[in-house]
C-alpha cells in the first residue's frame, strides 16, 4: 500500500512509518518540520524501504493539496492515510488540577478563567480541524476503489485528564469524528477507524514526566498507579494495532471504532 501518515516526524508516527516501511508498503512522511520528515525517511531508506518526506501543514489546505500532489507524483494514490498530527499548548493548560480561589490573584498561575483563546483554538485545530482538512484532501484518492483512514486518539478522549481540557476535547472531538466518517464513507468501502494510545515517554511529554535527574514526576507517579500494567508503554506496543487496523482482510469489517492502547488504565476505577 501507498501509505501517508502526518506527524511523521515525531517520535510515535515516526515510528508508525518506519514499522509500515519494514512491512513493505510505500510511506510517505509528512510533517510540518521537513528537517524532522526527513530524518524518519532517510532511516526508513537505510533499513532499505521505500519513504519519502514530504513539508505539510495540516492547518493549510494549500499546503495539503500541494503534499497530496506531490505524493501522487512519487508514489501515487493515497490507500491509507494515518491522520497523526497533533499536540496540545500551554496556554490551553491550566496550572493546577482544581480550582482554588487563590489562583484568581496569583499571576503566576493560570486558571480555568485565564486559558488563552488563541491556545485553545491553537490545539483544537491542530488536532481535529488537522484530521478534517487532510481526510478532505486524501480520501478524494480512495472514492473509487476504497482505503482505510486511521487517525490518531488519546485515552482523554475517553475521560479527560485533568490540566489539559483543550487537548481532551480535541481527541474527543477525533474520537467522534471517526465515528461519523465511518458511516458517511462506508458506501464507499473506505474503513475509518483510530487508535488511542494511552501514556507513551516521547520527546513532547518526556519533560512532564520525568524531572531532570530522571526520576518521575508527581504526575507520572499518578499515572503510573492509575495503569494495573505499571509502566509507562513502548512505541513498538502500538504497532500491532495500527497492522490490523489497516489491514483490509483482518479488519476488513472494522470500521468507527477507537481502540486503547493503554495498559489497562481506561479500565481500572483506582479501586
Wanted: hydrophobic share 40%; charged share 20%; with cysteine.
Amino acid at each position: 500500500m501507498n501509505i501517508v501518515i502526518t506527524g511523521a516526524g515525531g517520535v510515535l508516527c515516526g515510528a508508525f512509518a518506519k514499522a509500515l516501511a519494514k512491512d513493505g508498503h510505500h510511506v510517505a512522511v509528512l510533517d510540518l518540520n521537513l528537517d524532522a520528515a526527513e530524518k524518519v525517511a532517510e532511516e526508513i531508506r537505510a533499513e532499505g524501504g521505500k519513504a519519502f518526506a514530504v513539508k505539510a501543514n495540516v492547518l493549510e489546505k494549500e499546503s495539503l493539496k500541494a503534499a497530496h500532489e506531490e505524493t501522487k507524483k512519487v508514489f501515487g494514490k493515497c490507500d491509507a492515510l494515518v491522520n497523526g498530527a497533533g499536540g496540545n499548548h500551554p496556554k490551553g493548560t491550566t496550572t493546577n488540577e482544581y480550582y482554588r480561589p487563590e489562583d484568581l490573584a496569583d499571576e503566576s498561575v493560570r486558571s480555568f478563567f485565564d486559558l488563552d483563546e488563541a491556545g485553545v483554538s491553537f490545539v483544537f485545530n491542530l488536532n481535529f480541524l488537522g484530521t478534517l482538512l487532510t481526510t478532505q484532501e486524501f480520501a478524494l484518492d480512495m472514492l473509487e476503489t476504497g482505503g482505510t483512514i486511521l487517525n490518531v486518539s488519546s485515552m482523554n478522549a475517553f475521560t479527560p485528564l485533568t490540566k489539559i481540557p483543550a487537548y481532551s476535547a480535541a481527541k474527543a472531538a477525533v474520537t467522534n469524528f471517526t465515528q461519523w466518517l465511518a458511516v458517511h464513507f462506508a458506501g464507499a468501502n473506505i474503513r475509518v477507524n483510530a487508535i488511542a494510545p494511552g501514556f507513551f515517554a516521547t520527546n513532547q511529554n518526556r519533560t512532564l514526566l520525568y524531572n531532570e535527574d530522571g526520576s518521575l514526576t508527581d504526575r507520572s507517579r499518578k499515572i503510573i498507579s492509575q495503569t494495573p500494567m505499571g509502566r509507562f508503554g513502548e512505541p513498538e506496543e502500538l504497532f500491532g494495532t495500527l497492522r490490523f487496523l489497516l489491514d483490509n482482510e483482518a479488519a476488513g469489517f472494522v470500521t468507527g471504532v477507537t481502540v486503547p492502547v493503554d495498559g489497562g488504565f481506561s479500565a481500572y476505577s483506582g479501586v
